[in-house]
């Protein structure tokens, strides 16, 4: 009952982050890229609740904005990794064989390469921006789902539900999609949680070195970036972003631990 | 580890033919014409088929050559070994800190199972894997090198106790980044090896407390952690890149993000083709440490 309780709660924090973010024009009426060069780096007031960022941009407004920005992408760059990785863990698990090791070699050389320095070659080779951010996670990430699967493919394969599907002759597909995903699939979900993590993340990390959402969408890694020369004086223009990004986790974190709980029933 | 080394070198071979266009437009940008186009492509060796561009760069890569810069001309290799002092130190000293912070913070946790101060420990990865390396960096500029200014904040410095001085910021960002990973792992392990029955036959030799976590299960605990920082080694060296940028150290992370804001892709290719045979390296020296510190492993 516990653990069903982080799940509720995680589910809470992170359901009003993306109520507030598809609702963003209703709480907030700043635009988050207009500039108000009259009333820049103003501290909290009344108008601005967080104050105003170097161009006179509203920091409320612009992290509401940036949580659609991050979360859309974040959720994205994750759902692409997990099809082609739990796919691919099913068919190497089930069929083995060359099939199987020729994956698997592909696998290990993935995970040679550090993610963020084959993040950055591949903006290098495609240009700043969400397409590169959301192939470099995908290129790196179906990995982790592929072996999560096929190791649990390999178990499951030898129980009885599946030789009983076996011997009543269904054809292999439906007993890949109907007997044996249903099974296999939970610990990847549990992943896909703390790899939303990741990728926001990612996301946030690029985004703070330029190459990553171009500017001047409202994104929590350049906010964080635009905040750091004001560090001594607003604090705040840096520190908020990253804050938002510790919460996506630890509410991601407490769905996981929930779900754990629950699929453990 | 032949197959992996084969399929790294595909991979980064494939990068630059990924770029659209012609590199030697690239290159040329404004000043681009047909006839200086097709004297780059010769240059480089791109009006060749696939197959002998690629037996000629492992070629080149047999004899120690990532080719040269565009930028200045300079061998790559020569740029990433000069780069080298800064990557390593830094890595040498996350990997150090880290450890020191997880392992005490891992002993106080198991060493109680359910009380307030394991409770507290394991909070640590909840809150802390979802802080942006970037994120933590500025933090740790804003609070002891600014409000408290007891460390540089950039730089490399010129000496050797400069060095040490300059890189304990990013240092420290690597270890609060990498710690929260290694607490989890550590904290189980050592409840399981606290429940072991050689723990169990300690106690009945009437061994103290105190020697059993220091000796016995200190010696597993540590086997562990190599396991664990082995099998993050990619996250780690990668994470570096981005530390290296915003404390402003000239390490290879550097050299690449420099390399591309001017197009320069023989670097881009071999720093990346370096940084993950580092990853290879690196797990290689984990297994063999693995193999040392425990005698039940064999290495095949």
């Not at chain 1, 072996?147 to 129980?159: C, S, T």
């Not at chain 2, 000629?56 to 004899?63: A, P, Q, R, V, W």
């Amino acid at each position: 009952m516990k653990s069903l309780k982080t799940l509720y709660i995680g589910a809470g924090i992170l359901g009003t982050l993306i109520v507030a973010a598809i609702f963003a024009p209703l709480v907030t009426s700043y635009d988050p890229t207009e500039q108000d060069l009259m009333q820049t780096l103003s501290g909290p007031t009344g108008a601005h609740w967080l104050g105003t960022d170097a161009l006179g941009r509203d920091v409320f407004s612009r992290l509401i904005y940036g949580a659609r920005v991050d979360l859309t992408i974040g959720v994205l760059a994750v759902l692409l990794p997990f099809i082609i990785g739990v796919s691919l863990g099913l068919m190497t698990g089930w069929f083995g064989g060359k099939f199987d090791s020729s994956v698997m070699r592909v696998v290990d050389t993935v995970i040679a390469f550090p993610f963020y320095v084959l993040a950055i070659a591949l903006v290098f080779i495609f240009g700043p921006g969400v397409k590169s951010i959301i192939v470099a996670i995908t290129l790196v990430g179906w990995v982790a789902y592929c072996r999560i699967v096929r190791a649990n493919v390999l178990v499951a394969k030898e129980l009885d539900y599946v030789h009983a599907a076996r011997l009543t002759g269904l054809p292999t597909r439906r007993i890949l999609r109907r007997h044996l995903l249903p099974n296999v699939i939970s610990q990847a979900i549990v992943f896909s949680m703390s790899d939303i993590v990741l990728s926001i993340l990612a996301i946030v990390s690029l985004g703070y070195l330029g190459l990553g959402v171009p500017i001047p969408t409202a994104e929590w890694g350049s906010m964080i970036q635009e905040g750091q020369p004001y560090i001594l004086q607003q604090w705040w223009l840096a520190t908020i972003p990253g804050f938002m990004v510790v919460i996506v986790g630890f509410a991601l974190s407490l769905i996981g631990d929930g779900l754990v709980a629950r699929l453990e029933r | 580890m032949l197959p992996v080394l084969f399929g790294i070198s595909v991979a980064v071979f494939t990068i630059v033919h990924l770029i659209p266009g012609d590199p030697a437009d690239v290159l040329l940008g404004q000043n681009a014409t047909p006839a200086r186009v097709k004297a780059i492509n010769h240059q480089l060796g791109i009006d060749r088929p696939i197959l002998i561009q690629y037996i000629n760069f492992i070629k080149d890569l047999f004899h120690g050559s990532l080719g040269t810069s565009f930028d200045n001309k300079e061998p790559v290799a020569k740029l990433i070994l000069g780069r080298l002092p800064e990557t390593g130190m830094l890595l040498t000293g996350g990997i150090i800190l880290s450890i020191l912070i997880a392992l005490p913070l891992s002993i106080l946790a198991a060493s109680k199972r359910g009380a307030l101060r394991d409770q507290l420990v394991r909070a640590i990865p909840i809150i802390g894997l979802g802080m942006p390396q970037v994120w933590i960096g500025v933090m740790l500029i804003l609070l002891l090198g600014l409000k408290f200014p007891l460390f540089p904040v950039s730089g490399f410095g010129d000496t050797f106790p400069q060095h040490l001085r300059s890189i304990f910021l990013p240092s420290l960002t690597i270890a609060i980044l990498l710690s929260p990973i290694l607490i989890r792992s550590l904290r189980a392990s050592m409840l399981e090896i606290l429940d072991s029955d050689y723990v169990l036959t300690a106690r009945a030799k009437g061994i103290s407390q105190t020697r059993i976590t220091f000796v016995h299960v200190l010696r597993n605990a540590i086997i562990a952690s190599v396991t664990v920082l082995g099998i993050n080694v990619a996250y780690l060296v990668g994470s570096m890149v981005i530390v290296e940028r915003v404390f402003v150290i000239p390490g290879t992370g550097s050299l690449m993000i420099d390399a591309i804001a001017k197009r320069d892709y023989p670097i881009v290719q071999g720093v990346t083709l370096y940084f993950a045979l580092v990853v290879v390296v690196v797990n290689l020296i984990t297994d063999l440490i693995h193999a040392a510190l425990d005698p039940r492993v064999a290495l095949k």
